[in-house]
């Protein structure tokens, strides 16, 4: 797998949003210490009805993203194999990879958008420190 199935479960859940909706779940993922694992799974799935993706799924596929996350998932882990694999094969193809904004990034371009109203220095060095960062 090359991306975290939190990324895949975390960007498909976006599109089911408006961007009203997406920018408020956002800001609530930018508040967490952590942004992958447990916490923000939690997170997730306290802020998003996934039940979205077995009643009224925009692609047939994303029936196996509800699975996953029900039947997948364990308090023990959160494995990279099973349906999220078969999901990023299927419906995540490299047309898609390249468009796909990873979590952190999106955070990262939220918390830069943040300090517009701050101190000028402070933002213009954070700005370029978030501007190497998304090179990366």
């Given at each position: 797998?090359?991306?975290?199935?939190?990324?895949?479960?975390?960007?498909?859940?976006?599109?089911?949003?408006?961007?009203?909706?997406?920018?408020?779940?956002?800001?609530?993922?930018?508040?967490?210490?952590?942004?992958?694992?447990?916490?923000?799974?939690?997170?997730?799935?306290?802020?998003?009805d996934?039940?979205?993706?077995?009643?009224?799924?925009?692609?047939?596929?994303?029936?196996?993203?509800?699975?996953?996350?029900?039947?997948?998932?364990?308090?023990?882990?959160?494995?990279?194999?099973?349906?999220?694999?078969?999901?990023?094969?299927?419906?995540?193809?490299?047309?898609?990879?390249?468009?796909?904004?990873?979590?952190?990034?999106r955070?990262?371009?939220?918390?830069?958008?943040?300090?517009?109203?701050?101190?000028?220095?402070?933002?213009?060095?954070?700005?370029?420190?978030?501007?190497?960062?998304?090179?990366?």
């Amino acid at each position: 797998m090359n991306l975290s199935p939190l990324e895949i479960i975390f960007n498909q859940m976006c599109k089911y949003l408006n961007k009203d909706e997406e920018e408020k779940f956002i800001k609530k993922l930018s508040k967490l210490k952590w942004r992958d694992g447990r916490p923000f799974l939690k997170t997730l799935l306290k802020n998003f009805d996934i039940e979205v993706f077995k009643d009224s799924p925009l692609i047939p596929e994303d029936i196996w993203l509800y699975n996953y996350i029900k039947y997948e998932i364990t308090s023990k882990s959160i494995p990279y194999s099973g349906l999220i694999a078969l999901y990023e094969r299927k419906v995540i193809d490299k047309k898609t990879k390249n468009n796909f904004t990873p979590v952190h990034k999106r955070l990262m371009k939220l918390e830069a958008a943040k300090l517009i109203s701050k101190d000028p220095e402070y933002q213009k060095k954070l700005l370029e420190k978030n501007k190497n960062r998304l090179k990366e």
